[in-house]
């Protein structure tokens, strides 16, 4: 990080002129490595679960007289192909999104809808844990911009979901969503366990997590923020983060509203 790399070639015009042709590879080179990356914490990533599974089929074999252990054996690689289908599933949107931060197509994007339909995602996984979502935009919120509703959502979800799996049961969880002038924000509050400020400045980084067992009790791939991250910059937006150990954490995305888009009409009384 932070090298050039550049390549230059020169060659003889005639007898007095010499033409260099310089070339900036720095751009590419990054992609390279963070492609070379990518695979080694991958592959890392996909030994723990299949070895997991592995060692669990051989526990089936050797229980096969006690059918209660079985079960459980069985319960327990089902939770496990569960979560390494999910870790693929992540694996292949983030390897997407790191080949281009810019949508090809960008869409208009109606913002109170992606938040709507990213709790309607997290509703039973919050009722289980018994923790209390709270929808509190303003009133008649109505909030567009340009670009992928689908990855739009997936952001907020994976916000919600982490908001839900680092809080206690009884706690609860917010969601606003706001438009101040040409900026858009979603805004997710917990009451769960923060985040210190060492570990703000990396878990938006792959595979890092705090925790890694809660993490992985919990079915995280250490991947969610990853992809919030590339979501974001790729609506031309930022995602930020508030945290206190032991209160709670706001995660906000602040996203460029298009100025053609600044004005549109509001179709009034819009809640999620
Ligand atoms: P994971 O799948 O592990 O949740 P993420 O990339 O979504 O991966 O998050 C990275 C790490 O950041 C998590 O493992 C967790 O330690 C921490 N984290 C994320 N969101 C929260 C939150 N709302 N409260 C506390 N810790 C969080």
Not at 69 to 81: K, P
Not at 245 to 270: C, I, K, M, N, Y
């Amino acid at each position: 990080p932070g090298t050039l790399a550049l390549r230059i070639q020169v060659a003889r015009l005639g007898a007095e002129h010499v033409i260099a042709l310089v070339e900036d590879l720095t751009y590419s080179r990054r992609v390279e490595e963070t492609r070379r990356d990518f695979v080694v914490n991958v592959s890392h990533e996909l030994k723990t679960p299949v070895g997991g599974l592995s060692l669990l089929a051989e526990a089936v074999e050797g229980a096969s007289d006690d059918p209660e252990a079985v079960r459980r054996f069985a319960g327990r690689m089902h939770a496990e192909t569960a979560r390494l289908t999910r870790l693929v599933q992540e694996i292949v949107e983030l390897s997407r999104l790191q080949v281009s931060d810019t949508f090809d197509e960008p869409v208009p994007v109606d913002v109170v809808a992606c938040a709507r339909e990213a709790v309607d995602h997290v509703r039973l996984l919050a009722e289980d844990k018994r923790i209390e979502l709270i929808q509190a935009s303003p009133t008649g919120t109505d909030v567009r911009i340009f670009g992928d509703p689908a990855l739009l959502t997936t952001a907020i979800r994976n916000l919600l979901e982490n908001a839900i799996h680092y809080s206690d049961p009884g706690t609860r969880v917010a969601l606003t969503v706001r438009r101040q002038g040409a900026l858009a924000s979603v805004a997710v509050t917990d009451q769960g366990t923060g985040i210190s400020p060492v570990d703000q400045e990396r878990i938006f980084e792959r595979f890092y997590r705090v925790d890694p067992a809660r993490s992985r009790r919990t079915g995280g791939t250490g991947l969610g923020l990853a992809i919030v991250k590339h979501v974001v910059a790729g609506h031309g937006g930022e995602v930020s983060v508030w945290s206190e150990e032991g209160q709670g954490s706001t995660f906000t995305l602040h996203l460029p509203v298009p100025p053609a888009l600044e004005d549109a009409p509001d179709p009034g009384g819009r809640s999620i």
